[in-house]
């Protein structure tokens, strides 16, 4: 899937229930303010250890590519600012859980922590939580209660409200072109006159 088709699913499935209502240009607007206010703060709800993991894990959801990825767009400090205006305290207790369990997994299996990891591990990783959430919906079951599928969905809500997704990705122009008014037009010569 394309990077460019992830902006159709901003706008039909994004992890917090209480937004998933909202118009795309009110998401849009809301993306670029929580944006605005991360960019003046340090975390709120997580701890430096646990940034660095959802900064990793986004950055491998939206690497770098000819355009910056998530890390870069600052996505891992968005996601802080909305699980803390946005979720309530049992969300926010289960989506530290979450980051939990993608530790607990990485060193069952690879003797470290997912930051820690190598790639390919920590690709193994997602992987086995990407088939989880494929498999609740394969069992007609919402998938938007688990961890990975919030992660991503709040990783293309803050990438692609983010100024480097937003303009360096999708080309978006706040005022494109320019406006040249009051311009004399000369009559054309030859023709019918």
Avoid: N
């Amino acid at each position: 899937m394309q990077r460019r088709e992830w902006l159709q699913f901003l706008g039909t499935a994004v992890a917090i229930p209480v937004l998933s209502g909202l118009p795309v240009d009110r998401l849009q607007a809301l993306g670029r303010a929580t944006h605005a206010r991360a960019a003046a703060h340090r975390l709120c709800v997580l701890t430096p250890s646990e940034g660095e993991t959802i900064a990793t894990i986004a950055d491998m959801i939206i690497p770098d590519t000819d355009t910056p990825g998530a890390r870069a767009a600052g996505v891992h400090e968005f996601i802080d600012l909305i699980v803390a205006d946005h979720y309530g305290e049992y969300d926010r207790a289960r989506f530290k859980a979450g980051i939990a369990d993608v530790d607990t997994r990485t060193r069952v299996l690879f003797g470290a922590d997912f930051v820690a990891a190598r790639v390919a591990e920590r690709t193994a990783i997602l992987s086995g939580l990407d088939a989880e959430v494929q498999a609740l919906r394969a069992a007609g079951q919402d998938p938007e209660e688990h961890f990975f599928q919030r992660v991503k969905s709040l990783t293309l809500f803050g990438y692609y409200t983010s100024e480097i997704g937003m303009t360096r990705e999708l080309g978006f122009e706040m005022i494109p072109g320019s406006f040249d008014g009051c311009i004399l037009f000369a009559p054309q010569r030859g023709g019918d006159e």
